[in-house]
């Protein structure tokens, strides 16, 4: 608890800025410190507690609440034409964005319409949740005002409910972690994500799956959030991780195995950044110009960006050739089914 | 019943003939009916004579469950790492080779069907496992939807005697059973207040379990 008190201070020059950390691509951002400059002087973080699921009200505004409650968890199922990989909006937002210092939306709400020195004018929130699909979610960013924007921005801001506005809420985007003793470093992170991640993850990070469908997120591969998004920013990451991770025991890795294994995790190929100029050293110069980018980077012998799949959805298998998948949805009756099925968790091919 | 017992001894018979089986030259089903003949007393006799557990007693089934959790389990229990008197001086008299045919015996049986619904499950317990609270996850992060299990590492929940569900979270909170992988229930259990445990176990119990083989493929590379 004593890191988690330490953060607290540094987090509220950061958190408005960072709001939904989880999608933000902080590449082309200066550094942290420089970033707070836009902000106006940030007194102590107020606290704030969203209003229960149940209190969602039963009207219309309610079930477009809903809405976004349903597209924010299942978000590939609920808006596939504008999503390209295998996460949620909840992988990186936990609690269906309800939990603080895991970037919670009630906290990003009441900081946006905010200056963001990568675009170079006042961001909405809106536009805000449109890199967030086009980056973390590896997709396409929806037109403003569709649907599926007003129902995110709905749920977001019933969830701010009775929040003041342009503040810091205590717990918004991620811890920002103190330099690690050590230089962060590939090799010891490999072994903290071996021991503490891959039992989720899998040992390549591609995700697990059982029953034909995904269980935990991949976090590297073509599944998973492209170069442009936030979480490709080593410090991000780490915060994300000492606050969250292993899910259900938080705040139990130390900040040095954080760093470590962020790093790790960061220096893996993912797609391409759609911002990709077709050079990698021209991309990263012009959107990843910071230490916290392993884009572009050299990782043994290997330059980070230089195979990276095309940003954007691929092709994939409708679920009907999926036949695990449709078994189990056709399982899921009151009864136990009939005949065995073979158990089929295993890690993404 | 005539049909279960069948099943049960379809799946002793592809046992005791696969050929891992045969290299461990253990009779599972003796033991479980009769006992290894060193201490250890019938599975069956607490268990069930189909692994089904008495949900009422609070004893698990073990049918259907994953044969690396239940091999790790009886090993908790003769190391005296995990808290049963009984189960600890079973497992004493169980030789390692016994250990592993059990445990594949058990995992290969259809688990029983879900307890008949009296009462719909409480909504607490429905939001625990399905959205989780806070930092608390839902159950089914790992466990499965339905808690029909994930791997070796997170089993089945699903139509496990409630009472059962309850002990075993008591025990995390206690420190009286080893927290499992990474410490994950021993960290989400001291998280739990009794009136959570109470309705999530109420839920699980309800729920419908999903045979599986024994032969599981959970990591390909």
Known sequence: MNARSACRGRLALLAAAVGLAGCTQHGASPPPAATARVLPAAPAAVAFTPPPRRAIPDDAFGAVVRQGEALFTRTGQAAPQFVGNALTCQNCHLDAGRLADSAPLWAAWVGYPVYRSKTGHVNTFAERLQGCFRFSMNGKAPPLGDPVLVALESYSYWMATGAPTHVTLAGAGYPILPQPEQTPDRVRGKAVYTAKCSICHGAEGRGREAWGRLAFPPLWGPDSFNWGAGMGNVNLAAGFIKANMPLGNGWSLSDQEAWDVALYVDSQERPQDPRYTGDVAETRARFHDTPMSMYGRVVDGHVLGSVAPQAGARPRPPSADRPAAAAFVRRRGRAAPATPQPRTTKEQP | ?221
């Not at chain 2, 189909?50 to 949900?55: F, L, T």
């Not at chain 2, 009462?119 to 959205?131: D, K, M, N, S, T």
């Not at chain 2, 791997?151 to 139509?159: K, N, T």
């Not at chain 2, 176990?201 to 590379?221: G, L």
Request: charged share 15%; hydrophobic share 45%.
């Open chain 2, 1 to 221: 019943m005539r049909t279960v017992r069948r099943r049960a001894l379809g799946a002793a018979f592809v046992f005791v003939t696969g050929p891992a089986l045969q290299a461990q030259g253990v009779d599972a089903v003796q033991i479980v009916m009769h006992g290894n003949g060193r201490g250890a007393h019938a599975c069956a006799a607490c268990h069930g004579n189909h692994a089904e557990g008495n949900r009422l007693a609070g004893i698990p089934h073990l049918a259907g469950l994953p044969d690396a959790y239940l091999t790790r389990q009886l090993t908790h229990f003769r190391a005296e790492a995990r808290d049963n008197p009984s189960m600890q001086v079973i497992a004493h008299t169980l030789t390692p080779a016994e250990i592993v045919a059990l445990a594949r015996y058990f995992a290969a049986l259809a688990p029983p069907p879900p307890a008949s619904v009296t009462a719909p499950p409480p909504a607490l317990g429905i939001a625990l496992a399905v959205q989780g609270r806070g930092a608390v996850p839902a159950c089914a992060a790992c466990h499965g939807p339905g808690g029909v299990g994930l791997g070796d590492e997170f089993p089945p929940l699903a139509g496990q005697s409630a009472l059962y569900i309850r002990r075993q979270l008591e025990a995390w909170q206690q420190g009286r059973r080893p927290p499992g992988p990474l410490g994950l229930m021993g960290a989400i259990a001291r998280r739990l207040t009794a009136a959570e445990i109470a309705a999530v176990a109420a839920y699980y119990e309800q729920q419908p379990a999903i045979p599986v083989a024994a032969a599981s493929s959970k990591d390909v590379p």
